[in-house]
């Protein structure tokens, strides 16, 4: 496996994420595999802030420490980075803004702003300039960066892009000229087209294919992008995305909106998620099928609003007042953020109840190359939600009807329908408030019954099997990527290391848990970003299991495959 | 036709007798009735409060939310089918308390529902508590100092540009009927604050009380609803003499008609496409 890993630095306002951005999508169109990652500061201008980009000709799912390129546009990127460089590593800078410090090699400078002024007039195409000499060293030329420049700046005119290609083209020219013993053997790629799309992004493409036709949701990282999309996405496609006053609003909408017989879908953070947990519960009683995203970040309180976290395993699983059914997916790729929100849809119809998709700031946020979505393939189950010519036809007609699985057939308010009822307080069959105690616990049992079968088909665990081995590393979520290269290198290096990652956390998956994880002999080793090892906790809750050990994280930054290769030797020691 | 029996109660009634919510949920069901609405044609929305028990005392489209909540639910429901009634009530802890965002929200958002607010100025459900409402001076359980400096939601209603605001009193079924015919007729966010009496927790703001005060705006010569400042001086008049009638009235663009995605069509309408004709989408990550 051949890899190349870039990283790009600067203020927050500097254009790191457009730099970044623009190799990565060049990358992915030469054909080759990309997983991009992004780290920055609750700021808009100033401070530190950095885009990742790893291009491999095999498949990427995590960064890498190790770079090979570090384009610096601040003094700050150099002294923070420059251990990260392997040692052939090289540093692109602006003489006239850094100052290299003595004893690094290859630094190879670049007037980005003088260059960009004296091709195009104007200093702020000193980003472009800055591009087209990294993809000088990567041993690319400029082709299909000129296309991907052409796509990014398109809405803002022809003479923004003439100028963007003329400065890329100029700090390419300058590497080859100037610099050429820098200059790396390119890695071929295998010319396939592919997505380059962050989890946000899946996520927001799945709920649109899903059909989706409300969202209501309040700004919050890092998920406000999916509420961006849509609303984007809406005008064309006849998708209302609604901002409202807060996130109380946003999820009682939501409500509203699936009741009145739409899917309708919220995304929102940890601070946000605890506005909204009285209205998760109320979706619950009321029997209404929700879709909330969750994208956590570092708390508790604000925390670090634009890190990553795991930390909310137990409060969405728990989230909101008193029992009702509820299923939480986490998914482990970006490719599976998608599939999981179709997924998401299809589970809340059948079994009219929350359900949450739980994602983090580092999946949120970060690029991969996936191939692209078979949308042939998409099902869409509505479960017993009624047409209005079935509806209509329907005599005493109750919503909250007691069946043998927990569902009702689900009709909607329409002129001419049946009257659809239905209470936050603890209802009859048709949905009138009641306090009697049969019925209650008649009521009860109907809606938890719906938990039953919602276990029976609880997303299969990822199960990476590699028979006697001497570990298993487990996770849930965003930390796949790095767990399953970190096993790679472990079985590289002879310790026979199997993987179990939860693409869906609740109804928890214990069968498979316990058969994958209870075996004599082999150690398990639990992988979270968080400070309490929940999903440890939540493992000896559903299965009695104690795992052997936790490898955590809570600093706000995701693993990479290092991190846990070294924790886990510790293990066997 | 529809006739009042169409409107007949859901379920017994759980209010105090001599409750002002008698009164209101009669005017309701004769408009309902004279404005021909099926039942099916109507959705009622509602919190948690007395107020907040209505809709199952009525014949309709029934959800019954969360404390403070019915407003964000209603304008969603009218969202996705604008072919419905919406009618949102609850009481003025309900609304103007527990939910005081949302009310400030669905005025500047000029959703086309109705909204009724049942102002007893009293906290009925958990017993006698003071309400945003509530008088100076007025002492309940939780206020024993008495409460001090009373919300005065018209006027923030009017310094939110909500489209209609009127006032009634359960007192006065024929012109609360009249008030709520209009604020359903009204294409916009229509708010009708009605003064109810709570016979068991407010001794003070009795139906004698109130009578004694209220004075319709239709007999005050030459006032008009589309002054908004005169709106504003009206709103804020309470003690001697308080006014009731429509308040303010102004023509605004609904969001239904602002929006791109259900100008033409309410969503609910609207084909669900086939997962396929989103392959542009796809493209556009190549």
Known sequence: MAELNYLVGGEAGQGVQTIGFVLGKTMARHGLYVFADQ????RVRGGHSFFRVRMSDSPVGAYSPDLDVLVSLDQRTIDLHQSELKNDGVVIYDPDKVTMPPGLKNAVGVAFEKTATETTGNKIMANSVATGAALAIGGYDTGILETVLGEEFSRMGASVVDSNLKAARAG?????TQSSSAIKRPINGDGQKRMLIDGNGAIALGALVAGCKFVAGYPMTPTSSILEYIADKGRKYNVVMLQPEDEIAAINMVVGAAYAGVRAMTATSGGGFCLMVEGISLAGMTETPIVCVLGQRSGPAIGLPTRTEQGELFFSIFSGHGDFPKAVFSPPTIEDCFHATVSAFNLADRYQTPVIIL???HIASSYQTINPFDLSKVEIDRGEFLTDGDAAKLVDYKRHR?????????AYPFSGGPLVVTDSDEHDEAGHMIEDTLLRTQMM??????MEGMTQQVLTPWYINNPGADLILVGWGSTFGAIYEAANILNKDGIRTSVLQLPQVWPFPADAVISAIGRNGTRSILVENNATAQLANLIRMETGISVNRSILKYDGRPFSADMIVKEAQKELK | MVAINDYAPAMPYQWC????????VGSLRQVLVALNLEPSQVLMVSGIGQAGKMPHYLHSHVLNELHGRAIPAAQAAKIVNHELQVIAVGGDGDGYGEGGNHFLGAMHRNVDMTYIVCNNQVYGLTKGQASPTSDEGFVSRTTPDGSWTPM???AIAVA?????IARGFAGDLQQLTELIKQGILHKGFALIEVLQPCVSFNKINTFAWYKQRVYSLESEKGYDPSNRAAAFEKTLEWGEKIPTGILYKSERTTYENHVAAIKNLPLIRQTILNPVEFRPLVEEFM
Request: charged share 35%; glycine share 10%; with cysteine.
């Open chain 1, 39 to 42: 780290d920055y500061e609750s």
């Open chain 1, 172 to 176: 390419y020219e300058y590497i080859k």
């Open chain 1, 359 to 361: 994602t983090d700031h």
């Open chain 1, 402 to 410: 007691l069946t043998k699985s927990g569902v009702s057939p689900r």
């Open chain 1, 445 to 450: 049992d109907k809606r938890m019954k719906k």
């Open chain 2, 17 to 24: 007798p001599g409750c002002g919510n008698f009164g209101i």
């Open chain 2, 152 to 154: 005065r939601a018209l």
């Open chain 2, 160 to 164: 939110s540009d909500c489209s209609f």
